[in-house]
T-cell receptor, first 116, second 117 residues
Framework: AQKVTQAQTEISVVEKEDVTLDCVYE???????LFWYKQPPSGELVFLIR??????QNEISGRYSWNFQKSTSSFNFTITASQVVDSAVYFC?????????????FGAGTILRVKS | GAGVSQSPSNKVTEKGKDVELRCDPI?????LYWYRQSLGQGLEFLIY????????KSGLPSDRFSAERTGGSVSTLTIQRTQQEDSAVYLC???????????????FGEGSWLTVV
């Protein structure tokens, strides 16, 4: 069975601090996809990244970076020099490769509060 | 449209009434998903459409819930005889295609906030 664990319920940081959001997943499949979504107060889930299980290369996009480690089944997300606009709920999700739809299994989410 | 559009944004209904929630996916997206977000359960998958058919309905919580999709585009989620536990945000999402090993990116709408009183 698939499972995604985001152990950090809530994190508070001061602007300009770096912050890492943890994500640990479980799956029996060898082919799967990992996602991060941001949910600001407006409620929309904003896509941030998708990672294929065969691609362990870390990725950087501006102040965002992701560390994918299959050995520890983790897909952690780091925000460098955090800003108030980063305040949101962040969800990690897993999708297995299936014939019918890439159904997402979400973690419980981590609330990030960035204070000025 | 540019993104996934959902209506209504907010709906307050009395227990026992039926409600319909609408989703207009991104133009050209063949796969459409409904998810539910509630305080106690987090984000849960409800149903997946590929075109107008629904090969995966495994997440629908009861027979009071149904959904359809027409013209390979707009989808309607219907909840009959609403109960207070149905109160949640109902999120619609779409992707270019669904299934296989493509791992398509799934884009979400802003959701329909349903409150059953």
């Amino acid at each position: 069975a698939q499972k995604v664990t985001q152990a950090q319920t809530e994190i508070s940081v001061v602007e300009k601090e770096d912050v890492t959001l943890d994500c640990v997943y479980e799956t029996r499949d060898t082919t799967y996809y990992l996602f991060w979504y941001k949910q600001p107060p407006s409620g929309e889930l904003v896509f941030l990244i998708r990672r294929n299980s065969f691609d362990e290369q870390n990725e950087i996009s501006g102040r965002y970076s992701w560390n994918f480690q299959k050995s520890t089944s983790s897909f952690n997300f780091t925000i460098t020099a955090s800003q108030v606009v980063d305040s949101a709920v962040y969800f990690c999700a897993l999708s297995e490769a299936r014939e019918y739809g890439n159904k997402l299994v979400f973690g419980a989410g981590t609330i990030l509060r960035v204070k000025s | 449209g540019a993104g996934v559009s959902q209506s209504p944004s907010n709906k307050v209904t009395e227990k026992g009434k039926d409600v319909e929630l609408r989703c207009d996916p991104i133009s050209g997206h063949t796969a459409l998903y409904w998810y539910r977000q509630s305080l106690g359960q987090g984000l849960e998958f409800l149903i997946y459409f590929q075109g107008n058919s629904a090969p995966d309905k495994s997440g629908l919580p009861s027979d009071r819930f149904s959904a359809e999709r027409t013209g390979g585009s707009v989808s309607t989620l219907t909840i009959q005889r609403t109960q207070q536990e149905d109160s949640a945000v109902y999120l619609c999402a779409s992707s270019l295609v669904g299934g296989g090993t493509s791992g398509n990116t799934i884009y979400f709408g802003e959701g329909s906030w349903l409150t059953v009183v």
